[in-house]
């Protein structure tokens, strides 16, 4: 309503009471205001009635929601189901267009500027969290995989002799087939051991470049957020060799926005020496559905060209999500998110070294590592060969999930390529061990849960070592029956945990 409707409203109802519902309605409207003008995240959260405001007022802007519109195209916003338009709040036209994910749409005006007000928005929260000289970003659909291929495709036209990306070795398989999808041949870079953490064998990146050329390395694929004993690359004398050398550099921080160590490394190592763009998850971050991420870097010209490698247009759905997200959190609502995930990582790793101690297995010391522990499974890995799996197996049907058990020794091929000791990072890793993650939004319930589950996990798992023990030393036992229910226990626990390992 505008001020012409309250004035006629006054005619039915008593002005004063119109006054009133009028300055009402002009609170919220004051809010909105604001955020067009500064493009800033809020400091405190919206309440639902006026983001359902402002999303409706921005609806009602694309053509597909026009009282009188006629529509003779073939993509003119006709959605079949009124359940799935109101899924989308209306906004039924997507963000960009044909040559650019970031361009207006004439015919969508409203949904044009839901997407410029996100990428202001997450733009303004990443230099919150940490990456204060950032200068431009964007929002897109795909998760963190395609993303990064759409980074190395853009980098393909700038570097048109460039066969190769050199990789220090992380075990996901999604930023492994990220390069290979966009056609190039991964140099993997194996860690090296120091203490208990895995860490970037700089002497053996450089060796890699000088010995392929500069000319023919796409750029180095380096990673931040990692599961322990890895640790984030060393990004700082990462970004100077890439300097030095003339080389691009593409940072995979898929769950690094929550990390204010991890933002600190983008950042230095943006100061002192090349980061080109660095990619990272919308889901794991800012707790919303699957299917987006977010590409931020430096260097503003090379951020639109990403954007304009992406063809056609694109769904607004991961947009919609964050904006609403961070439009109901606030930048003080965000903040104190990051602040319990400290605290929950503090707190994680007083229990679970606590744990360890009373099972004779100790918490890896991996300091460098500031969301992801390790626990030792030297005891069962001693005792009982399938021991360490069926502890992942057992887990997993007790409904703890995130948690991941790394046997030693595992094969695993990846479009082509065979990894050895897949899922530790390297291929002859001291001990098999336990992974679990303080990543944000857990609470404090999550992981007194966690360790009661995982105390009785432990204890079943030795009992069954303890009754193997006892079996193998009695003599003339017929053990056929007991032997078929282990093995189809187990074969229904692997196959488990088999599903759990690929999604990861």
């Not at 405001?53 to 802007?61: D, G, P, Q, S």
């Not at 970004?239 to 898929?254: D, E, M, R, T």
């Not at 091929?413 to 291929?427: A, D, I, K, L």
């Not at 003599?475 to 626990?493: F, P, Q, R, S």
Request: hydrophobic content about 40%; overall charge neutral; some cysteine.
């Amino acid at each position: 309503m505008n001020r012409e409707s309250f004035a006629a409203g006054e005619r039915l109802v008593s002005p004063a009471y119109v006054r009133q519902g009028c300055e009402a309605r002009r609170s919220h409207e004051h809010l909105i205001r604001l955020l067009l003008e500064k493009g800033k995240c809020p400091e405190d959260g919206w309440d639902e009635s006026t983001l359902e405001l402002f999303l409706h007022e921005l609806a009602i802007m694309d053509s597909n929601n026009f009282l009188g519109n006629c529509g003779v195209g073939e993509r003119e916003g006709r959605v079949a189901s009124a359940l799935v338009a109101r899924r989308h709040y209306r906004f039924i036209h997507g963000i960009g267009r044909s040559g650019d994910i970031s361009a207006v749409q004439p015919k969508a005006a409203g949904s044009s500027l839901l997407n410029k007000i996100t990428n202001s928005l997450v733009l303004d929260i990443i230099k919150l969290a940490g990456v204060h000289t950032v200068t431009n970003c964007f929002v897109v659909p795909m998760a963190t995989g395609m993303s990064l291929t759409l980074c190395f495709l853009t980098l393909r036209h700038k570097r048109p002799k460039a066969k190769y990306i050199i990789w220090p070795r992380i075990d996901q398989k999604s930023c492994f087939k990220s390069m290979i999808t966009a056609g190039f041949e991964p140099v993997v870079i194996e860690n090296v051991l120091e203490g208990d953490e895995l860490r970037t064998d700089l002497k053996a990146v450089e060796a890699k470049v000088q010995e392929l050329g500069p000319d023919y390395v796409l750029c180095v694929h380096s990673t931040t957020s990692c599961f322990a004993p890895r640790v984030p690359d060393r990004l700082e004398e990462l970004a100077v060799i890439c300097a030095n050398y003339g080389i691009p550099h593409i940072v995979n921080n898929a769950y690094g926005v929550q990390s204010s160590k991890c933002m600190h490394l983008i950042q230095q190592g943006a100061r002192v020496g090349r980061i080109d763009a660095f990619v990272q998850s919308l889901d794991k971050n800012f707790m919303v559905p699957v299917g987006g991420a977010i590409i931020a870097g430096f260097n503003d010209s090379f951020i639109q060209e990403i954007s304009k490698m992406y063809p056609g247009r694109a769904s607004a759905s991961p947009t919609l999500d964050v904006l609403i997200t961070l439009l109901s959190l606030g930048s003080n609502g965000y903040k104190k998110l990051l602040k319990e995930r400290k605290e929950m990582f503090s707190y994680l790793s007083n229990q679970l070294k606590k744990l360890s101690e009373a099972y004779n297995e100790r918490v890896l010391h991996t300091p460098h590592n500031p969301i992801s522990l390790a626990m030792t499974l030297k005891t069962l890995d001693k005792h009982y060969d399938k021991a360490v799996t069926q502890l992942g197996s057992m887990l997993f049907t007790r409904q703890v999930s995130g948690a991941r058990v790394v046997p030693l020794g595992s094969l695993q091929t990846v479009s082509g390529y065979t990894f050895r000791g897949f899922m530790s990072h390297t291929n002859n890793y001291p001990c098999a061990y336990l992974n679990a993650a303080s990543a944000i939004g857990m609470k404090t319930q999550d992981v007194d849960l966690f360790i009661k589950r995982l105390d009785k996990c432990l204890k079943t798992v030795g009992k069954e070592q303890n009754k193997e023990s006892d079996v193998s030393g009695v003599d003339n036992y017929d053990k056929t029956e007991d032997v078929d229910i282990e093995e189809m226990a187990l074969k229904i626990d692997n196959v488990l945990l088999g599903t759990c390992q690929d999604s990861s």
